[in-house]
């Protein structure tokens, strides 16, 4: 299944009920109403960019000066589809 275009000027954010969680010694989770899932630390980073102020390419060009690979632009968006697939964030 194709997931739906983003649009260019959609804001991302996480979606109602969805909160970031840092634990000291499990590391980086995702609470939401469903339960909590635990992160590693590039999905982290990623879903802390995604706070309804920056489009998909802003949250791309932000994470991307941390890598030196550019192709890990594909695996941003990829991601960034599966959280939307999983509602774990919205566009607005």
């Known amino acids: 299944m194709k ?3 983003w649009s260019r000027t959609s ?3 996480l ?3 969805r909160q970031l ?3 000291s010694t499990d590391g980086h989770f995702l609470a939401g109403p469903r339960g909590v899932v635990q992160l590693n630390e ?3 980073a990623i879903l802390a960019l995604c706070d309804g102020t920056l489009t998909r390419d802003q949250i791309i ?3 991307l000066p941390r890598s030196k690979d550019d192709s890990f632009a594909v695996d941003v968006r990829e ?3 599966a959280a939307r697939r ?3 964030v919205i566009e607005e």
């Open 3 to 5: 997931d739906k275009a």
């Open 11 to 13: 804001k991302i954010r």
């Open 15 to 17: 979606s109602p009920g």
């Open 21 to 23: 969680q840092k634990d």
């Open 42 to 44: 590039s999905a982290a």
């Open 61 to 63: 060009a932000r994470i």
């Open 79 to 81: 991601f960034l589809n």
């Open 86 to 88: 999983r509602g774990w």
